[in-house]
Every structure is written in structure tokens, then in C-alpha cells.
């Protein structure tokens, strides 16, 4: 079972996720990121602090929300993932495409020197 729990900074949306991402949860995570995009929200940042496993679904499913927002000028980051999350997101080369950070302060502050 996946846990969420949402912060909203200004412009910003923090995801923050314990447990499974996988087929079968996916869906709720896609709706409050489309639900951000909607808001308002220029970038969402994913804590995957908490996240204990992630399948091919999950990680196909972070590539799509990547490219559905990056022509909608909402950026997607990743923050905190364990080592062996952090190994599936490299293995699947997400790691070239969605930027991962040490921390949400720190994806913050590097968004806001790119923008």
C-alpha cells in the first residue's frame, strides 16, 4: 500500500510517497500531479524518501509524467530515493532526464537558478 502526503510551497507541489510505487498505484499519483499541473503548479517534486519498491510500470509511468509536463512547462524532480530505488531509476536511465536531489530545499533553490 502506497502512503501520500502533500506540501504546497509557492509554485511548488512536494509529493511525498511511502511504500510501493507500482501498477497499482500509479493512478492516484498521476491525478494529484495533474491535479498540481492544474493548480497552478510549475514544479512537483517527488520524495521518494519512504519509497520501498518500484516496479517497470512505476518507472515507465515517471517517464510519461515527465514528458506530459515538460511541454506544459512543469518541472518533475526527485528527491531523497534510497540506494536501491536510486539504482532502478539509473539502471532505467531516468536519472538523465528527471533530476534527483539530496533534498526538497535543494531541488527548490536549483529549479529557481534555471528558471
Not at 494529484?32 to 517527488?46: K, V, Y
Not at 515527465?66 to 539509473?90: A, E, F, G, W
Not at 536511465?93 to 539530496?102: A, D, K, R
Request: charged share 15%.
Amino acid at each position: 500500500m502506497l502512503q501520500v502526503r502533500e506540501q504546497h510551497p509557492p509554485h511548488t507541489n512536494v509529493i511525498a510517497l511511502a511504500g510501493q510505487v507500482s501498477r497499482y498505484t500509479t493512478t492516484g499519483i498521476q491525478s494529484r500531479i495533474w491535479a498540481a499541473q492544474e493548480s497552478g503548479c510549475h514544479h512537483i517534486i517527488l520524495d521518494f524518501s519512504e519509497v520501498t519498491e518500484i516496479d517497470s510500470t512505476g518507472l515507465g509511468e515517471l517517464f510519461l509524467w515527465y514528458h506530459n509536463m515538460r511541454p506544459l512547462h512543469v518541472q518533475i524532480s526527485i528527491v531523497k530515493p534510497p540506494t536501491c530505488i536510486r539504482n532502478h531509476l539509473d539502471w532505467a536511465h531516468l536519472s538523465e532526464i528527471i533530476p534527483i536531489y539530496e533534498s526538497e530545499i535543494e531541488a527548490i533553490v536549483q529549479t529557481k537558478a534555471y528558471s
